[in-house]
């Protein structure tokens, strides 16, 4: 069944307003990714994060790993039209080989 | 340019005609992997290959079949597809460090419907 579930499954926002995805797992997670796929598009690499408790930042974007490498979570601040797409997160679970990918959230920016 | 190529990106078959999907990438990447994407269920994975001739099992194989002979050709096999494979495909490729995991780069995706 699936191993890694996202929250919430859509998400509407007004342009400017913030936007957040959480992302757990069933069990520990030796590290977690974050893609973001545009409609109609293949999924393109954010962010990888290794750490316990890492939180790394690109811009407008915040990601975070949680202290036991079972959750994650993306921030958006201020969104844009152009951050429009599905955000997933992925890991691997048991070993760096087989991959489990989060169900997605799909974030749509009124302009 | 780096890049991950499938074909065919459109695909219309019969139940149980045998088909395969191509998927090549030009970064010498050893990590090779097929992804099945459906709506609510995000993407699952269906085999990975971790060099040539290494290959396993994802977490939907079933009714799948692939090769790995050489580094940067990964197709995907459906000996005799079903409806119930009809759905969006990703191939996706890496490197493969030692002790972590590296992030993937997607081709365009195959859009498949088994009539």
């Known amino acids: 069944g699936q191993q890694v579930m996202q929250i919430p499954q859509y998400q509407h926002v007004q342009e400017g307003e913030d936007f957040t995805t959480y992302c757990n797992s069933s069990?520990?997670?030796?590290?977690i990714q974050w893609y973001k796929q545009r409609p109609g598009g293949h999924p393109v690499f954010l962010i990888q994060l290794v750490k316990s408790g890492e939180v790394k930042k690109q811009k407008r974007l915040t990601f975070q790993f949680g202290e036991a490498k079972k959750n994650s979570s993306l921030h958006i601040t201020a969104t844009q039209t152009t951050d429009v797409g599905t955000y997933f997160c992925?890991?691997?679970?048991?070993?760096?080989?087989?991959?489990?990918f989060g169900s997605g959230t799909k974030l749509n920016v009124k302009p | 340019e780096a890049q991950v190529t499938q074909n065919p990106r459109y695909l219309i078959t019969v139940t149980g005609k045998k088909l395969t999907v191509t998927c090549s990438q030009n970064m010498n990447h050893e990590y090779m992997s097929w992804y099945r994407q459906d709506p609510g269920l995000g993407l699952r994975q269906i085999y990975y290959s971790m060099n040539v001739e290494v290959t396993d099992k994802g977490d939907v194989p079933e009714g799948y079949k692939v090769s790995r002979k050489e580094k940067r050709n990964f197709p995907l096999i459906l000996e005799s597809p079903s409806p119930n494979q009809t759905s969006l495909y990703f191939c996706?490729?890496?490197?493969?460090?030692?002790?972590?995991?590296?992030?993937?780069?997607f081709g365009p995706g195959t859009r498949l419907t088994v009539t």
């Open positions: 069990t520990t997670l030796s590290n």
């Open positions: 996706a490729s890496s490197f493969v460090p030692s002790g972590s995991s590296y992030e993937q780069y």
């Open positions: 992925a890991g691997p679970l048991y070993n760096f080989n087989k991959f489990y």
